[in-house]
């Protein structure tokens, strides 16, 4: 299948775009690179430079590249610049995206995967969370994400759209070719890598008093390379017809992992120190957050391979010593 794969230039896109190509697909990347890089394109790969608020040049994009059908990863996705800019989070994550559905709509492209996230849940009421349990964003990320969500349901029952969504919480990890590098980073196992090669002096915990084993909070990590399966199974299931609009969540699988579990984890697998610090509880960090999988795994059969913590941070660790300052710009 000819496949759109928007925010391709990003992170996960980077992987999903690995995975699509081995899988047999033709790739077209459509990113505005204020968050992706050149260099996360596969070479061959076509790379449309623009953004997805720009309706004409999305379906100049779907009609020449004679496009089957879409993954949408492009998003803005940093929880704690949503509540301080609310209205940037509905305009990248809400109407740019009705923006795409319209283009698709109009060039008949009607079959999509979207990257949603498990932020959808807010304070989950119980562990592991499930796609049925209520969905109370507790912050506009999350809130954007599940309106995105909702508008698909819509454009499903009115315009026969057939729409698979993924939520999950960490990615993490590296494939060989491609790995995580955001500016600013957030995310836990790239800043313990970093602290490691000394790039960050300490890595800073945010309390532990949580009511987990070591009091650290404990979250769900998820190997890149196994998302970006879930992503193409996803594609493939539904394009074959046989189950669309439908939810999924993306888990580790197991209980999840605690930050010092992490550090630990990293301390072995890079042979390095790495000086930890433990500040305040950052305001709206839940002390568990864990998906449950079964749903996939039963409905799509997905069989992620990587859930081993130390594959997972071992991979990372991999890519940034043979990308030591991320992609070229
Ligand atoms: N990283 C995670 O742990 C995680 C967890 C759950 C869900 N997600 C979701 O997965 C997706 C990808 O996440 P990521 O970590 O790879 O993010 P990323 O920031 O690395 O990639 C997003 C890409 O989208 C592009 N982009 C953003 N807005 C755009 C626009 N308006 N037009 C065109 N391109 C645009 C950026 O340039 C970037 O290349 C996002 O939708 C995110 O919400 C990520």
Same mark, same amino acid.
């Given at each position: 299948?000819?496949?759109?794969?928007?925010?391709?230039?990003?992170?996960?896109?980077?992987?999903?775009? +690995?995975?699509? =190509?081995?899988?047999?697909?033709?790739?077209?990347? *459509?990113?505005?690179? %204020?968050?992706?890089?050149? #260099?996360?394109?596969?070479?061959?790969?076509?790379?449309?430079?623009?953004?997805?608020?720009?309706?004409?040049?999305?379906?100049?994009?779907?009609?020449?590249?004679?496009?089957?059908?879409?993954?949408?990863m492009a998003a803005d996705s940093l929880v704690g610049e949503s509540v301080l800019d609310p209205g940037k989070y509905y305009r990248s994550n809400v109407v740019a995206g009705l923006t795409l559905l319209d283009?698709?709509?109009?060039?008949?492209?009607?079959?999509?995967?979207?990257?949603?996230?498990?932020?959808?849940?807010?304070?989950?009421?119980?562990?592991?969370?499930?796609?049925?349990?209520?969905?109370?964003?507790?912050?506009?990320?999350? +809130?954007?994400? =599940?309106?995105?969500?909702?508008?698909?349901?819509? *454009?499903?029952?009115? %315009?026969?759209?057939?729409? #698979?969504?993924?939520?999950?919480?960490?990615?993490?990890?590296?494939?060989?070719?491609?790995?995580?590098?955001?500016?600013?980073?957030?995310?836990?196992?790239?800043?313990?890598?970093?602290?490691?090669?000394?790039?960050?002096?300490?890595?800073?915990?945010?309390?532990?008093?949580?009511?987990?084993?070591?009091?650290?909070?404990?979250?769900?990590?998820?190997?890149?390379?196994?998302?970006?399966?879930?992503?193409?199974?996803?594609?493939?299931?539904?394009?074959?017809?046989?189950?669309?609009?439908?939810?999924?969540?993306?888990?580790?699988?197991?209980?999840?992992?605690?930050?010092?579990?992490?550090?630990?984890?990293?301390?072995?697998?890079?042979?390095?120190?790495?000086?930890?610090?433990?500040?305040?509880?950052?305001?709206?960090?839940?002390?568990?957050?864990?998906?449950?999988?079964?749903?996939?795994?039963?409905?799509?059969?997905?069989?992620?391979?990587?859930?081993?913590?130390?594959?997972?941070?071992?991979?990372?660790?991999?890519?940034?010593?043979?990308?030591?300052?991320?992609?070229?710009?």
């Open positions: 299948m000819r496949v759109l794969v928007t925010g391709g230039a990003g992170y996960i896109g980077s992987v999903v775009n +690995e995975a699509l =190509l081995q899988a047999g697909h033709e790739v077209v990347v *459509y990113d505005n690179l %204020y968050k992706g890089h050149v #260099a996360a394109v596969p070479p061959g790969t076509p790379l449309i430079r623009g953004d997805l608020m720009d309706r004409e040049m999305l379906t100049q994009t779907l009609l020449q590249h004679e496009i089957e059908a879409v993954v949408h283009a698709m709509r109009q060039c008949s492209v009607m079959q999509i995967v979207f990257s949603s996230t498990a932020a959808v849940y807010g304070e989950p009421a119980k562990q592991p969370i499930e796609e049925s349990d209520p969905l109370r964003p507790v912050n506009p990320y999350g +809130e954007t994400k =599940l309106a995105f969500e909702r508008a698909l349901s819509w *454009y499903s029952s009115a %315009y026969g759209l057939r729409y #698979a969504s993924l939520r999950y919480f960490n990615a993490a990890g590296a494939s060989a070719e491609h790995g995580e590098w955001h500016n600013p980073e957030t995310h836990l196992i790239p800043l313990v890598i970093q602290t490691a090669v000394g790039k960050r002096p300490v890595l800073e915990i945010y309390g532990d008093d949580y009511p987990t084993k070591d009091g650290t909070c404990l979250r769900d990590y998820v190997h890149v390379n196994d998302l970006a399966a879930a992503h193409v199974l996803a594609l493939q299931t539904l394009t074959s017809g046989d189950i669309c609009n439908r939810i999924y969540n993306l888990g580790c699988g197991g209980e999840g992992y605690t930050v010092c579990q992490v550090v630990e984890v990293a301390r072995q697998v890079t042979g390095r120190e790495i000086p930890v610090t433990v500040v305040k509880r950052r305001p709206g960090d839940p002390a568990i957050l864990v998906a449950s999988s079964e749903r996939i795994k039963r409905e799509l059969g997905w069989d992620p391979r990587f859930q081993d913590l130390s594959k997972i941070v071992g991979s990372a660790w991999t890519w940034l010593q043979t990308h030591p300052n991320g992609y070229p710009e």
